[in-house]
């Protein structure tokens, strides 16, 4: 067995990223709005006012995701295009513009893969405390509801977060991204937990509204550690530093999976960080309502770490050596990071796993034969995929692969510099151009991933 014959091949985006229309039809400013609009937050001050201009353009799009014979598409919705005030009122038109999308993706034999939160939380309630109010846990839940009654007689896939550790820490602890604030770790728990909260509370909702069945994950970004060599020393020391929760301080990914995966936040990770583990943040029964049993886990992988034994430490780092593969951002390109973190993470939590986006951002542009020729990201997925293959061959529950991205569009504080797409946009015209790795993917999703 290689993929199996039901394996979801898709291609992910996210509101703010694509969509524009930041004015249209009653929606309401997101952090991102806001923290694009604040001077030298995002390069050459791009904001995501335009974008892609999805919301215009959707049923082009859609149609473009058809002749690529994509089986499923991730996408994310906008909370403040559904409620411009984050609670109260609801924008009939924004509903009703995901509920058109829905509707153009399953005429077109496309599954939507609906993630309720990729960043973009409505700026008043950020003005009311944001993530750090714990009443959001029943502001999201409401939206849940919403979103869910408009959308779960056709939508059975939800993720409810995107990335948890790059909205908390880039954005309220570093102050990278959106709203960013700079706090002390010990402010940045309670974000934590609280998010924690609104995503228990956000899977039971799904489950008491859904229509029909709901199957239900969550997207977090952990960071690989890849063996350095193929001695068993080195791989004990890559899944110690895979599973830690304080190889990296807040940053290890114990911090962000084992207390919605198991309930507790990581032993090792309180020890380290000492006082600035607020414990009394933690309420009777939250522990519980934050582990409610998801039926995937989701993934976003893009690169990783090489990692070798250390008798005193368990593991080290090593660094990436002079001339590295590496992407427009300068990340590591290591496509074993992807077979070992499936593996780690399926041992440890033993849930079906879906790589919910995985990409290469590269300089392209469109060639004189008007073709836009993207040879290393046809590579990078190549190489990527055989690793994941491999996993899948070895047993590891993988149902899918999102690529990362179907179309251009603003990588955050990089702004419009990064082009992830599989489909090129120029971003004066808004004119898409399948890249040569777009024609690339539909071979291989037609052979189902067996001419890798
Ligand atoms: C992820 C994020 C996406 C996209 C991608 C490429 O962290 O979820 O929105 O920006 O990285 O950087």
């Given amino acids: 067995m290689s993929f199996p014959k039901d394996f979801i091949w898709g291609a992910a985006a996210a509101s703010y990223q694509i969509e524009g229309a930041a004015h249209e039809d009653g929606r309401g400013l997101s952090v991102w709005d806001t923290f694009s609009h604040t001077e030298g937050k995002t390069k050459n001050q791009d904001t995501g006012d335009i974008a892609c201009d999805h919301y215009n353009k959707f049923r082009e799009d859609v149609a473009l995701m058809k002749q690529l014979g994509l089986k499923a598409y991730r996408f994310s919705i906008s909370w403040s295009r559904i409620l411009p005030d984050g609670t109260g009122k609801i924008n009939k038109a924004g509903l009703q513009f995901y509920s058109d999308l829905v509707d153009e ?256 951002t590269l300089s392209d542009w469109v060639s004189l034969d008007g073709k836009v020729h993207d040879p290393n990201r046809i590579d990078y997925m190549h190489r990527y995929l055989k690793e994941l293959k491999k996993a899948s061959e070895e047993g590891i529950d993988i149902r899918g692969y999102f690529a990362w991205s179907i179309l251009d569009n603003f990588e955050w504080s990089e702004g419009y510099n990064e082009r992830f797409g599989l489909i090129h946009v120029d971003f004066n015209t808004l004119k898409r151009t399948p890249k040569d790795s777009f024609y690339w993917y539909s071979d291989l999703i037609k052979h189902n991933g067996n001419n890798l």
């Fill in 105 to 360: 993706l399953i005429k077109s034999d496309i599954e939507p893969f609906v993630t309720l939160f990729h960043w973009d939380l409505p700026q008043e309630l950020q003005y009311r405390g944001g993530w750090a109010n714990i009443e959001i846990a029943d502001w999201f839940s409401e939206y849940t509801r919403i979103v869910v009654e408009a959308l779960s007689d056709r939508v059975s896939y939800w993720m409810t977060f995107n990335e948890p550790l790059c909205h908390i820490l880039l954005g309220h602890s570093t102050g990278y991204h959106a709203p960013g604030l700079t706090l002390s770790n010990r402010e940045v728990f309670r974000l934590i937990h609280h998010m924690n909260l609104a995503h228990g509370k956000a899977v039971q909702t799904i489950r008491k509204y859904a229509k029909k069945k709901s199957i239900v994950g969550f997207v977090p970004n952990p960071s690989p550690g890849v063996p350095a060599t193929d001695s068993q020393e080195d791989l004990d020391a890559a899944r110690a530093y895979t599973l830690s929760g304080s190889s990296r301080g807040l940053f290890s990914n114990g911090w962000w999976l084992d207390p919605i995966l198991l309930g507790q936040y990581p032993k090792d990770g309180i020890e380290a960080m000492g006082a600035d583990f607020p414990a009394d943040m933690i309420k009777d029964g939250d522990m519980e309502l934050i582990s409610q049993k998801l039926d995937f886990l989701g993934i976003n992988l893009y690169t990783g770490t090489v990692i070798k034994h250390d008798e005193i430490h368990g593991f080290e780092v090593c660094p990436a050596k002079n001339g590295y593969d590496q992407n427009a951002l300068k990340w590591h390109v290591l496509p074993e990071s992807i077979y070992y973190l499936s593996k780690f993470l399926y041992e440890k939590y033993k849930l079906p796993i879906i790589i919910a986006e995985n990409g290469l």
